[in-house]
């Protein structure tokens, strides 16, 4: 998988009294590198994709993030299988590795939010990567 | 105008690395208190209110909130116009007078999000608090 | 363990244009009974605790949460390791289990950061529940 | 005044319920674009100014902002006091005028939080502008 990137600039509101970036604005981080990723792979560019729900996530803080360092969130790696697609991700801040995360979405049918298989045209870009 | 208040307890991730609740979450605090103050008026209860709108918001940060201590959120006036709405809100902590807010909202017609009059049972609700 | 609850009552600007709580938000609420748990071990009562610090966190989203009716946030169960607490979390709205969630803490010396052994009265305490 | 511009790219996680980007997103955003304004003023660059306090903010929603489209956020003019810092800012998403923000910053000395005179060298940096 050829990697895929986002910059994230951090906010002063994004710390807390800890001095370091929340572990909740991590959390909404790694939906900003997700949702980037799955736009890059849709022909209708930015948009609210009600087609995709968030099923599980699972975030190691490996380092302690701070304000005034631009921040890379890498997708490292996509996995499709049937309806549901998982996407690891990397953040660095100044070359240092400060959070690994994993993210498991489900492709649904937004009326029914039945989950539904992934299509052809999205399994190849991804394969494609 | 009999007080409506709101007890809010501040949260850690609201907090900022200068070791107070940041200004944003003040402006997300005052969307609590009009919201619920909205809703004690309507019959449906809780509820997202497609029908207004805010306008225009402005907060005096009177002293520093801090993490830690319940927070008192007071609706104290409610002036209606045909189609706004104006609350006046103010924080306290402890005692003491921490925010001062102003919030204009617009009663709209959901589908145009064009403004209409505020309906009389909520005029004579509000006259009557 | 007698289970430690926190009500949440979900606000506007946590919700997303999907019409639900955004995750983001799933992740902050587990940080509040967390950290309401940990200050109810503590005699000092609320404040900003410096000596823990957040190591993961694991959140399945197993239904949606949605806006107008409060969540419970139990914390179901608490395993002391030398230095790590480990923390499990299931929230629920109108009794139907929404959020199943594990966080793992680690203890450390506020000024070095360097992991330190959880001290014994937290354990009894922890033991005691 | 020469015009300073800060891009911000919404995130789906700063949309609400109403389909559109929250009241409060907008407060943190101002934040962001102030701060970024701010610290392009000192040599010491990017770093948390605990020097300056927010004293009052006021936002006026010209138009509803959206996801999927980037906003600029404009500080149009800066007004000078003896301790107080008056900002004035402008978004636009797309063309669109959608908030007109005031806020009033006073300079403090950090550890009593009085408030003292703007430095010569601030004064005449935002002069230069």
């Known amino acids: 998988l050829k990697e895929f990137a986002t910059i994230i600039t951090p906010r002063l509101y994004e710390t807390d009294a800890m001095g370091h970036i929340n572990n909740a604005t991590i959390a909404a ?5 997700r949702v980037r990723f799955i736009e890059s792979l849709t022909e209708r560019g930015p948009g609210i994709a009600k087609d995709w729900i968030l099923a599980s996530v699972q975030i190691d803080f490996v380092g302690e993030t701070f304000y005034g360092v631009d921040v890379i969130a890498k997708i490292t790696e996509a996995t499709i299988g049937n309806s549901s697609l ?3 991700c990397e953040m660095l801040q100044a070359g240092r590795l400060t959070v ?20 052809d ?6 394969a494609a990567l």
């Open 29 to 33: 981080w790694f939906e900003v590198a």
């Open 86 to 88: 998982t996407l690891r």
């Open 100 to 119: 690994r995360g994993t993210a498991v979405l489900v492709h649904i049918e937004p009326q029914s939010k039945a989950p539904t298989r992934i299509p």
């Open 121 to 126: 045209t999205l399994r190849d870009k991804v």
